[in-house]
């Protein structure tokens, strides 16, 4: 049967690696947004959501390459410390962190992630069933003048259902399965036709892009990522991106700008003090999303947005790609080193001779005197290893600090 230690071991090893990865993640993805300014709304979303996605996996794609270059790398030969060279830095440091991870610490790390797993994946399945509770119970079904034609014009072979809900500060859709696109009672009254229609068209291409059901994938994938700091930052960019996106797709629909600015400017006037529903549609920065409608958002042509747009998920891509390179290397360094230095060090000092057996920084066996030490009195945490006599005193006590390499503070002579 296996250990827990031999899956949490090499578990908090590639969470260590994306710790690290994740802000170099994070810098790429900062570099990739600001070199998609003036490109529409949906090459930053794409780009939000790749680092969403890669963020969530780096363990496992992490894992998986350090596998894949373990296999094409020839096995290890056993040395003898003499002929041990020097290990590169990114392997070093992976020993040396090792060295100093205990295996209940290893354990512990690894229990607590899988907590924060189950309670992530837990808060987002409690946060569907409610909403499903929510329109089950909730308001009013609606049908606005002319829906079926509006569905049609945002590119929908179906009209989804409305339903109007005193509840609803702002807009949005909710439903994975079914969507049903909510809005506050009385808006209907309180936007002008023109209004409406916008209004109802970004909502519609909410629908058209199935935004519900990738937020509601994303969260799932996220909630493994949830010791991720930068996951948060991506995160608040998709939800910002999306509404441009729907924004953009709307106005494209209507063919003009004002309509959607100006019912935004109105719904904000209505909800200004009221609490926020931070569902789908009520995401992204008001202002920002005014100015970037008003202004017409994206300012290049077709060919600069798919040629910016290539080279910045290209960009991304590598960089990603690079991280995993850098840590299946240094997992790779740290295999050999573990499986392949086998080092029988012979030493004295003024009390005797002892003898120690490291495999892979690991002391397996000693003798003190010629006396074997048993191996329940070889107690080593990290670097430092304590050998104990029989009354449980430590006899003797070492450091491990490189393959075949060793250091004690020399005992005094033994009493005659």
């Given amino acids: 049967m296996t250990d827990l230690a031999d899956v949490a071991t090499p578990l908090v090893r590639y969470l260590a690696h994306s710790l690290w990865q994740g802000p170099v993640l994070l810098l790429a993805y900062l570099a990739v947004r600001r070199w998609l300014a003036g490109v529409r709304a949906e090459a930053s979303c794409r780009a939000a959501t790749t680092g969403i996605v890669l963020l969530a996996l780096l363990p496992l794609l992490t894992a998986l390459a350090a596998l894949l270059s373990a296999g094409s790398t020839p096995a290890a030969s056993n040395v003898g410390p003499s002929a041990v060279s020097p290990m590169p830095v990114p392997g070093e440091l992976l020993r040396l962190f090792q060295l100093h991870v205990t295996e209940n610490f290893a354990r512990a790390v690894a229990?607590?992630?899988?907590?924060?797993?189950?309670?992530?994946?837990?808060?987002?399945?409690?946060?569907?069933?409610?909403?499903?509770?929510?329109?089950?119970?909730?308001?009013?079904?609606?049908?606005?003048?002319?829906?079926?034609?509006?569905?049609?014009?945002?590119?929908?072979?179906?009209?989804?259902?409305v339903r109007e809900w005193s509840g609803a500060t702002a807009p949005f859709v909710a439903g994975w399965r079914h969507p049903v696109v909510v809005l506050p009672a009385g808006l209907q009254q309180l936007l002008t036709p023109g209004e409406l229609e916008a209004v109802l068209l970004h909502e519609l291409a909410h629908v058209r892009r199935q935004d519900v059901r990738t937020n509601l994938l994303l969260r799932l994938l996220a909630a493994f990522a949830w010791h991720q700091l930068p996951l948060w930052k991506l995160m608040s960019d998709l939800g910002r991106e999306r509404e441009h996106c729907c924004d953009e797709l709307a106005v494209s629909a209507m063919g003009r700008t004002l309509p959607l600015a100006r019912a935004l400017l109105t719904m904000e006037e209505r909800r200004s003090g009221q609490p926020r529903l931070a569902m789908a549609g009520t995401g992204g920065d008001f202002a920002s999303r005014v100015r970037r409608i008003v202004s017409g958002g994206a300012t290049m042509a077709g060919h600069q947005i798919r040629r910016r747009a290539a080279v910045a998920m290209t960009g991304l891509l590598a960089v990603a790609g690079s991280t995993m390179v850098v840590a299946a290397t240094a997992e790779g360094e740290f295999a050999a080193w573990a499986s392949g230095v086998h080092a029988l060090i012979q030493a004295s000092d003024p009390a005797g001779p002892f003898t120690v057996e490291l495999v892979g920084g690991q002391l397996v066996a000693a003798t003190i005197d010629g006396v074997t030490i048993p191996r329940n009195r070889i107690v080593q945490r990290g670097q430092q290893v304590r050998l104990l006599d029989a009354a449980g005193r430590s006899e003797l006590t070492l450091d491990v600090r490189a393959p075949g390499t060793i250091h004690w503070s020399p005992r005094p002579p033994r009493s005659p």
């Fill in 111 to 161: 229990l607590a992630w899988c907590a924060g797993v189950l309670l992530s994946l837990g808060h987002v399945l409690v946060g569907v069933r409610r909403i499903n509770r929510l329109l089950a119970r909730a308001g009013r079904p609606v049908a606005p003048w002319g829906l079926a034609g509006l569905a049609t014009r945002a590119g929908l072979a179906r009209t989804p259902e």
